[in-house]
């Protein structure tokens, strides 16, 4: 997890790396949190990435308000997503 400003566009930058027991579940969980766009048109992208068994999710924001709010609401569905998970066991194959 890091914060930073990006020298170039004057932005800041967040980066999380949420580990997973699998790649399949890392992929579930993408694949649940996508839909998710932001609902202000500016001032804020995220982009959503697995690597073998790791989420990662990279924001790029104006101000610190508008990041820390759609950090926020990423972790509460991230929360989510992972007990939901937990409740339901591992993934199996169809």
Do not use: C, Y
């Not at 170039?8 to 766009?37: M, N, Y």
């Amino acid at each position: 997890m890091a914060t930073e400003t990006n020298p170039e566009t004057g932005k800041l930058e967040f980066f999380l790396d949420v580990p997973f027991p699998s790649s399949r579940e890392a992929t579930i969980a993408l694949r649940s949190l996508s839909p998710d766009r932001e609902p202000r048109r500016g001032g804020i992208s995220k982009q959503l990435s697995v690597s073998g068994s790791t989420l990662s999710v990279r924001w790029s924001a104006d101000e610190a308000r508008i990041l820390r709010v759609s950090v926020n609401s990423f972790l509460d569905h991230l929360s989510l997503v992972v007990e939901t998970m937990e409740d339901f066991g591992p993934p199996v194959d169809l």
